[in-house]
């Protein structure tokens, strides 16, 4: 067990020295870091004296210790476009994409583990039929369209909702909240049904196909036999052992989550990190591109590895195959 | 290999083949074909059967801006199938150029992804050591992040390393480049798993006996034995290509405005969406829609029909 979190531990470690050679490499390679921080009115001495105030005249692998030691600390320098430290705009645009997955983290895992099992349980009904037909067409949508058909349907045409922004926040000192106000709440809840329905069907398909095979085990035939209600056959016997594999799933879809908020958020222009991001991307704002990587690829291996982790102490089969294998 | 037969029973042979015979015998596959047909037709015949150049200055009225589809304008008479957008330009005709551009990316992307995929999957299944080692941790690594963020970082660091003079320019190649690199994980992992089983079997073994190189191996023997389930990747990735690049000029980071894809077009509907303009939104959506959806089904069906080992 020891060894095995160990290796998992030192595995992460590459990915993040990896995903820190690129963002290093970007600050180094795309465009010159002196050009862009001296204006027009420079001299060679200017040049040559911030090269060594940056550390640039030193040999890569110390420059590149040196990136580490920084971006480990938090540092990633000033925007090139706000002129701002990068991790201030990235600490205060966090709470706002936070909120935003965990909504519609907590939407897709209801929706998605309610729907699997009406759709297992009914499985040769019309309304279950409908479900996973539309459910397959909306895999195959583009997500942005679906963010632009919910606009188009509450807010253009119905008005009851808005269409951008976070609405009235309120702050917490550290952290600022769109919990507490109503247009706060409302401005809410169209952004995570278009980041939450992916992850719904993902999650809604898994639980329904896991249910169908636990319903045809033996000791549910067992339990019908003994005459259990046939409710409390599916929710206590059978729901009990598909929730394994839709736990792990749902912690690694959570970081694709923090990733399509990209897309969510510059539709409804909520002021999240994944809208600092595309208009890093726009404006080639390389510290603001760098930092948002590593926060990122920090955010997602730490979720790896927590779900890992989770699933060997879960599942009992997992344990025993690795003592059999012999590794 | 029969190579002397004739372009006539070579057709009737397809025909005949169990492929033919799963699509004929499957309407959703036909119909999605035609689809896909009509539009890439469309696409590619664009210059000639769209009733206005939408990017020709002199070809545009603006007093034709914003005229609903199939109804006269109020000021010129005209009338257009799908109406006018903010500068009077014909959507109709818009879509048509815009598909163009989108399928093109698309193409392109998947092509690069292809060639990426398939050859560094050879090398790391029929080399192994330190090869396979380096470029299956790379595609381990590149695949713990979505491909469509990983695309957008590209996507940036590539526009960065472009003089700015030459951005606008450059901008399809670039997401070429982003799309297709985001994609070779998919292709590399298939063709390593088949090259791993291929490369123990006999004939793989005579070839070596008899003194081929590895390049001639992995090219002449492996490679076309390895094929079925790239093609059946390569189609669904097309689906998603075209996708992802209609998200990214969505976003504003794509195709520019000069050179609009179908991303672009519904980026700037959008925007006449609060107003009641909803011809110039609608129909680039459904256009892109209709050839995501029947792609992906066409996809599906290749999947089932060869039924590779991929699920």
């Known amino acids: ?327 | 290999m029969t190579t002397q037969k004739t372009s006539q029973s070579r057709l009737a042979r397809a025909w005949d083949s169990d492929l033919a015979y799963s699509f004929r015998k499957t309407p959703v596959a036909v119909v999605s074909a035609v689809i896909v047909l009509v539009l890439i037709l469309g696409a590619v015949l664009a210059p000639w059967i769209a009733p206005l150049n939408p990017f020709d200055p002199a070809s545009l009225n603006l007093m034709n801006g914003f005229t609903p589809p199939s109804t006269p304008n109020a000021f010129t008479g005209e009338t257009f199938v799908m109406g006018t957008d903010d500068q009077g330009r014909d959507v109709f005709s818009t879509i048509l150029f815009g598909m163009r551009i989108s399928l093109f990316v698309g193409f392109s992307a998947v092509f690069l992804a292809i060639i990426l995929g398939v050859t560094l999957g050879l090398l790391a299944g029929y080399l192994g050591g330190w090869v396979e080692t380096i470029i299956m941790r790379v595609a381990d690594i590149q695949l713990t992040f979505p491909s469509i963020m990983v695309a957008m970082l590209i996507f940036g660091i590539a526009k960065g390393v472009t003089p700015p003079e030459y951005r606008d320019q450059m901008a399809i190649w670039v997401l070429i480049l982003a799309i297709g690199l985001s994609d070779w994980v998919q292709f590399a992992r298939v063709v390593r798993g088949a090259t791993l089983v291929e490369k123990n079997k006999e004939y793989v073994q005579a070839a070596r006996l008899i003194g081929r190189s590895p390049v001639a191996i992995m090219l002449r023997h492996i490679l076309p034995n390895v094929l079925n389930p790239v093609l059946v990747i390569a189609t669904i990735s097309l689906a998603l290509a075209i996708i992802a690049e209609a998200t990214l000029s969505f976003l504003g980071v794509g195709a520019p405005p000069t050179k609009p894809s179908l991303g672009t077009l519904i980026r700037i509907g959008q925007e006449y969406m609060f107003s009641g303009e909803w011809w110039i939104l609608l129909f680039p959506a459904v256009t892109l829609l209709a050839l995501a959806l029947s792609i992906n089904l066409l996809g599906d069906w290749l999947r089932d029909a060869l039924n590779p080992r991929l699920r």
Do not use: C
């Open chain 1, 1 to 327: 067990m020891l060894a095995y979190i160990l290796r998992r531990v030192f595995q992460s470690l590459i990915v993040l020295l990896a995903v820190g050679l690129v963002a290093f490499a970007m600050f180094n390679f795309v465009g010159d870091p002196v050009d862009n921080m001296l204006g027009q009115e420079r001299t060679q001495a200017d040049i040559e004296r911030l090269r060594q105030q940056l550390g640039l005249d030193q040999p890569f692998l110390v420059q590149y210790w040196k990136f580490l030691e920084q971006a480990a600390q938090g540092n990633f320098g000033l925007s090139y476009r706000q002129g701002r430290p990068v991790a201030d705009i990235l600490a205060e645009r966090l709470p706002a994409t936070l909120e935003l997955a965990l909504v519609s983290g907590i939407l897709a895992l209801i929706g998605g583990v309610v729907l699997g099992i009406f759709t297992a349980i009914r499985r040769s009904g019309v309304a279950a039929n409908v479900i996973m037909t539309v459910s397959l067409v909306g895999v195959s949508l583009p997500t942005f369209l679906i963010g632009v058909v919910l606009i188009y349907v509450f807010s253009v045409e119905l008005g009851w909702l808005p269409s951008f922004g976070r609405g009235e926040v309120v702050d917490l000192g550290w952290w600022s909240t769109g919990f507490l106000t109503v247009s706060g709440l409302k401005a809410l809840i169209l952004p995570a049904i278009m980041l939450g329905l992916y992850q719904m069907t993902l999650i809604m398909r898994l639980v329904r196909t896991e249910m169908l095979e636990v319903l045809r085990m033996d000791y549910i035939r067992f339990a019908r036999a003994r005459g259990i209600r046939e409710k409390s056959i599916n929710f206590k016997h059978a729901l009990k052992n598909t929730l394994v594999p839709v736990i792990t799933i749902t912690g690694l879809q959570l970081g694709s989550i923090i990733a399509f908020a990209i897309i969510t958020e510059t539709v409804f222009q909520w002021p999240g990190v994944g809208l600092l991001f595309i208009n890093a991307v726009q404006f080639v704002d390389i510290p603001v591109m760098a930092a948002y990587l590593m926060m990122i690829s920090v955010m997602f291996v730490a979720i790896n590895l927590i779900v890992d982790m989770l699933y060997f102490a879960i599942d009992p089969r997992l344990r025993l195959d690795r003592k059999g294998g012999g590794h």
